[in-house]
């Protein structure tokens, strides 16, 4: 099967690159950053996913799949520059895949979909609303963008539409928010005194074996996805061998940036403050999906490729 | 030493612990082991418990347990979870629906999730169930904890979503009355200003100030289990009347407790 994928210059990517390269799929890149050393069977076009040009790879290409990873998920980058990759690159998806073959299309989104708040259930279901952005207005974008890619499932039927809501992961790679914020400051992780909420993730692995599956099921909805149960933050940086540093929310915010600890945006603060967990009990079960990293793994082999650095 | 019964009990929990003790609602063993080493002199000394009708409760599968709000602060709670725990063999985690607003207090936030006390929210409580715990609900509400000391023994309205979520889980009952918690935490008022203060809806007010409870010797019976038949969506007023039965029930065993409490003494110590 010829499987278009939109984003691919990620840690990611190239990981599902070779997955899909390994069953025999043909494999179209498209990215418009670098893709990084060269993988032998990839056919890669550097463009960006809004332009002419990538309308012209799906022309050309007629793709039977497409795994739409093009979007920002880290909130480096300007809200406004964001809004226009997530969006109008997820449309441009659409508008292509439709147009040039009915490709089934696989959305890839997150589970901070849900948001974190105080009074939502431990559990979110498919179903529930998302509750993210009035505490977290950063995150409006890809919510909508989720959002969009799951309207294409009764706008147009005729194309199988798969929204994937992955949950945090944790690996060898250190890519991700979850990775990213336990690198950040040091050996010392800032949390907020008196919470420790649970938080979930999977191995990169796991979450391309379920884009794998995902493809090979071609199964339409909206779909959680988890690895393994969730834990505590506090057990997850100790297990990572780092401390936790807990910080009353009243000095939260004038002390992040400085004494070694990360820049943390005021909405994140909500997610060290409650947890987002997913209940992924209806992909498993559309599926057959199972994870192969146990949590203890992915931990400790993000703590061997990362370890502590001390201070000093 | 208790330390050892009581890692030894939490040992024996049917929960299903992860590696690292830690079940998938993020239930802890660690935390259960601290969290019963302070309820558990509480609980044998300070209030003497005396748990009635043990055997009732299921040793395991899906149950709830019913009960009135007995106390101003949650020592009812408390000491019902102590005793599922104490005194069941296997013992069960009790797992209680707390209200909203703990989960926004710091460390009360954590302790709570780490022992298994989750927002009431019926999410949690059909998952629970489904997943074949032991759920503890108060239907009273906050109505039932602000009753101060002259209706000690007496019920508010219950709440009826309990209800619902029984008929369609299929999930047994078991009725509890709780008494003494009236006598422990004598409310003479209970006010909003302070409660403010603390994020809670109120704080109660003793003759003696603050809400610190007295030694008084603590009761909890367990009923016989009552079980329902229906599916959850029937009309208010079939569920209300089966609500009456679990309500005429507790009402019934808080009387027999309070005329055979009448006849012993109240205070642990005898000093009544």
């Known amino acids: ?312 | 030493m208790f330390d050892r019964e009581i890692r030894d009990r939490v040992d024996r929990l049917e929960l299903p612990w992860n590696e690292l003790g830690v079940d998938p609602y993020g239930v802890s063993k660690e935390h259960l082991t601290v969290f019963f080493k302070l309820l558990y002199p509480l609980y044998r000394h300070y209030f003497s418990v005396e748990a009635r009708g043990i055997s009732n409760v299921p040793k395991r599968g899906r149950t709830m347990l019913i009960g009135n709000h007995s106390g101003g602060i949650a020592i009812d709670g408390a000491m019902v979870i102590a005793s599922m725990l104490l005194e069941m063999d296997p013992p069960r985690l009790a797992q209680g629906m707390v209200e909203k607003f703990l989960n926004q207090v710091p460390f009360a936030s954590s302790w709570s999730n780490r022992t298994g006390q989750f927002t009431g929210l019926p999410e949690h409580a059909i998952r629970l169930l489904e997943d074949e715990r032991l759920l503890m609900i108060f239907p009273e509400g906050a109505r039932g904890t602000a009753k101060l000391y002259g209706e000690r023994y007496s019920l508010v309205a219950f709440g009826t979503g309990f209800m619902r979520l029984a008929l369609r889980t299929k999930t047994p009952i078991v009725p509890l009355a709780f008494l003494g918690g009236g006598d422990a935490v004598p409310t003479i008022a209970n006010s909003a200003w302070l409660g403010k203060l603390f994020g809670a809806p109120y704080v109660p007010i003793t003759p003696y100030g603050f809400a610190l409870p007295l030694p008084v010797k603590l009761e909890v019976v367990y009923g016989e289990p009552m079980v329902f038949e229906g599916t959850g969506s029937e009309e208010d007023v079939v569920i209300t009347g089966y609500v009456e039965r679990v309500k005429a029930e507790i009402a019934r065993m808080l009387d027999e407790g309070r005329h055979r409490r009448r006849a012993g003494s109240t205070f642990a110590g005898g000093a009544k």
């Not at chain 1, 076009?45 to 809004?50: F, L």
């Not at chain 1, 959002?147 to 499932?153: D, F, I, R």
């Not at chain 1, 010392?188 to 796991?206: A, W």
């Not at chain 1, 192969?292 to 703590?303: G, I, N, Q, T």
């Open chain 1, 1 to 312: 099967m010829k499987v278009l994928v939109p984003g691919v210059s990620s840690a990611l990517g190239r990981r599902l690159v070779s997955a899909l390269l390994r069953q025999g799929h043909d494999v179209i890149g498209i990215d418009r950053r670098p893709f990084g050393p060269p993988v032998e069977g990839l056919e890669l076009h550097e463009v960006d996913i809004r332009k002419r040009a990538a309308e012209e790879v799906f022309r050309r290409v007629r793709p039977d799949a497409v795994v739409h990873m093009a979007t920002v998920t880290h909130l480096v980058k300007q809200s406004e520059d964001r809004y226009r990759i997530n969006l109008q690159g997820t449309r441009a998806v659409f508008d292509h895949a439709r147009a040039y073959g009915n490709a089934h299309v696989i959305f890839v989104g997150r589970h901070t979909f849900y948001g974190a708040a105080p009074d939502s259930p431990l559990y979110h279901g498919e179903d529930e609303p998302p509750m993210a952005l009035a505490y977290f207005p950063e995150l409006a974008d890809l919510v909508a963008a989720d959002l969009y890619a799951g309207t294409m499932l009764w706008r147009h039927p005729e194309l199988v539409t798969t929204v994937l809501r992955f949950c945090y992961t944790l690996g060898d790679s250190g890519h991700g928010t979850l990775a990213t914020f336990l690198r950040g400051g040091g050996e010392r992780v800032p949390m907020l005194l008196g919470y420790d909420p649970l938080f979930q993730f999977m191995h990169e692995e796991d979450m391309v074996k379920a884009m794998v599956l995902a493809l090979e099921k071609k199964q339409r909805g909206v779909f959680n996805v988890a690895g393994p149960q969730p834990i505590p933050l506090s057990v997850i940086v100790r297990e990572t061998g780092r401390r936790p540093f807990p910080i009353p929310e009243m000095l939260f915010s004038a002390v992040l940036g400085r004494f070694g600890l990360p820049k943390l945006s005021r909405g994140a603060l909500g997610h060290i403050k409650y947890p987002v967990v997913i209940d992924d009990r209806a992909f498993r079960a559309a599926t057959g999906f199972t994870h192969d990293v146990s949590e203890m793994d992915a931990m400790r082999e993000f703590r061997r490729a990362f370890p502590p650095m001390k201070r000093g």
